[in-house]
């Protein structure tokens, strides 16, 4: 079902060294009506789709120095899609991680009578990330999509 990159195409660069990034500022994915909630904070919302492998250990060091630059303008989640496969399955990707960019939040105009008014209804933008992935990679994405974002480094 989950099938891991054996060598992935932006696995280059791994810029850092050991550094004290304090805690944590990567969100662990536990439920849709979280990630929901995350969303409706209109932040851009990088989520790195992970199994256990080799090069996830690569990836969570690159997500928790990216986490830590860009927190908080920019939120990272991370999905163990083995205990959430529901919700990486949707994604419709058979490897993995891999990382996407959910944004831009906006309230959808409902169409007709809403069956329940304490629903919301809104649109996200879904973008997959192929740039390297590093700090600079991260950053350069972020400007070519216009994300505001200010660095704490």
Known sequence: MFQCYSKPENYRYYTGYPKDL???????????????????EGRPVVVAF???????????????EAAATFYPHIKFVRVECPKYPGFCLTRQRNEYPFVEVFYNPEQAASQGKSVDPN???????????????????????????????SETN
């Open 119 to 149: 629903i919301t209804k809104y649109s996200v933008k879904v973008l997959p990330f192929n740039y390297d992935q590093n700090v600079y990679g991260f950053r350069e994405y972020f400007k070519k999509h216009g994300f505001k974002y």
């Open 50 to 64: 992970t199994i256990k492998c080799t090069y996830t250990q690569h990836l969570d060091k690159v997500l928790e």
């Open 22 to 40: 304090g805690p944590s500022r990567i969100i662990p994915f536990t439920s849709e009506r979280q990630f929901v909630q995350l969303l409706h």
